[in-house]
């Protein structure tokens, strides 16, 4: 089975901050999406990666598929990025194992 | 893209009663899936639907308490059977999409 570690689980921010939300997995995965939920409960794909690094807007996710870790970073932070990010590794090629979310408050 | 609608958006509903959720895309799909989001929780997969076959479940999850159809390539329902107070969760569905994965807005269940 595979486990799926969050870190932060909470995090208030100040607007314009520079955040990172990291995610450890313990077996071997064929890619890894980053998943965005407002608090009307939507979600969104914001990334899907199977190897080295994308870039969205602001947006960047990194993978190292090696040590089995991916991160997300917000640069430059806006109060509408408060939403819970969710990392999911993909196993099977379909099947997803899901991160218990970070839940990011950012102050204006 | 894909858009996926589903109805009920929410429902509050008495113990031992039964709702059915549908899901709607709008292209044709091969497998969908029906997530469950209990409170304070993350995404749990209930069942991947196939059209023209039975649905997969996963381990924890049984056709009776959550029977689902897939008559079309654009539709499946959920059916929450028998239900009580735990069975308050969102419901999701969702498809697979070109490096990217679509849900659906969710119903949320509260049962009483």
């Known amino acids: 089975k595979n486990e799926v570690e969050q870190s932060p689980q909470n995090l208030t921010a100040q607007e314009g901050e520079f955040i990172t939300i990291n995610c450890s997995y313990s077996v071997g995965i064929s890619a890894l999406h980053w998943l965005q939920q407002h608090p009307g409960g939507g979600i969104v794909s914001l990334f899907m990666?199977?190897?080295g690094k994308k870039k969205h807007g602001r947006l960047i996710a990194t993978i190292n598929i090696q040590e089995k870790h991916s991160s997300l970073h917000i640069t430059a932070s806006h109060p509408r990025d408060s939403a819970v990010y969710i990392c999911a590794p993909v196993y099977n090629f379909n099947k997803f194992y899901f991160g218990s979310g970070t839940k990011l408050n950012v102050k204006p | 893209s894909a858009v996926i609608s589903q109805k009920p958006s929410r429902d509050i509903c008495q113990r031992g009663t039964s709702l059915t959720i549908q899901c709607q895309v709008d292209?044709?799909?091969?497998?969908m899936f029906w997530y469950r989001q209990q409170p304070g929780q993350s995404l749990t997969l209930i069942a991947t639907?196939?059209?023209?076959?039975?649905?997969?479940?996963e381990s924890g999850f049984v056709i009776d308490k959550f029977p689902i159809s897939r008559p079309n390539l654009t539709f499946s329902t959920l059916t929450v059977s028998n239900m009580s107070p735990e069975d308050s969760s969102i419901y999701l569905c969702?498809?697979?999409?070109?490096?990217?994965?679509?849900f659906g807005p969710g119903t949320r269940l509260l049962v009483l």
């Open positions: 639907a196939n059209q023209g076959s039975e649905a997969t479940y």
């Open positions: 292209s044709q799909v091969t497998m």
């Open positions: 990666l199977s190897s």
């Open positions: 969702s498809v697979d999409g070109i490096e990217t994965q679509y």
